[in-house]
């Protein structure tokens, strides 16, 4: 049964760089049709979908992170990881991994979440 | 961006009861191939989110029968006939038409 795990700092200090990782267990990560994201959701709101990247390193991002994220794929390792610099306090927030199904085009599966809180 | 605006953002509920929830978009999700690009998913408390609904009323796999969903191209419901204790949670729909998927405000379901 596959699985996603998100690990990283949970405390960045403004205008520095967050990064997180994702890993892929119980299945490889080049195999099969899908994209892997990241979604986050701060304290009591919405979830917002950041970005997404598939083996061959084909990466989309959302408009208004665009030009400070960044997601990486390392397929030897399993794992795929997302950088977000100069950030505020508006970041902090729940990160999510998720793989998206290119063939069906949904999200499938979830990492259980990782909370990243930016302050001094 | 599409916006997705969800209705109501609080619904009490008594258990065995049904229960619907709204979602509108900014544009229309129907694309010419008929798929209509809409997704629910829900959010137990301290979970991450678990699709339900895919491509407007695909349940996905696992999920109860008592969730169905049904829409047009901007108007999306979300239906649960008989409502149980386990379905208190957040419920968020979200497009996948085009980037960047965008997710409802989430309605809290409540007993």
């Known amino acids: 049964q596959v699985q996603l795990q998100e690990s990283g700092p949970g405390l960045v200090k403004p205008s520095q760089t967050l990064s997180l990782t994702c890993t892929v267990s119980g299945g490889s990560i080049s195999g099969g049709s899908y994209y892997w994201s990241w979604i986050r959701q701060p304290a009591g709101k919405a979830l917002e979908w950041i970005g997404r990247i598939n083996t061959s390193g084909t990466t989309d991002y959302s408009p208004s992170l665009q030009g400070r994220v960044s997601i990486s794929v390392d397929t030897s390792k399993n794992q795929f990881s997302l950088k977000l610099n100069s950030v505020t306090a508006a970041d902090t927030a729940v990160y999510y991994c998720?793989?998206?199904?290119?063939?069906?085009?949904?999200?499938?599966?979830w990492g259980r979440g990782t909370l990243v809180t930016v302050s001094s | 961006d599409i916006v997705m605006t969800q209705s109501p953002l609080s619904l009490p509920v008594t258990p065995g009861e049904p229960a619907s929830i709204s979602c509108r978009s900014s544009q229309s999700l129907l694309h010419s191939n008929g798929h209509k690009y809409l997704d629910w998913f829900m959010q137990r408390p301290g979970q991450s989110p678990q699709l339900l609904i895919y491509?407007?009323?695909h349940r996905a796999s696992g999920v109860a029968d008592r969730f169905s969903g049904s829409g047009s191209g901007t108007d999306f419901t979300l239906k649960i006939s008989r409502v149980e204790a386990e379905d208190v949670g957040v419920y968020y729909c979200?497009?996948?038409?085009?980037?960047?998927?965008?997710f409802g405000q989430g309605t809290r379901l409540e007993i």
């Open positions: 491509l407007g009323s």
């Open positions: 979200m497009h996948s038409l085009q980037l960047p998927h965008t």
């Open positions: 998720a793989r998206w199904v290119f063939d069906i085009w949904y999200f499938d599966l």
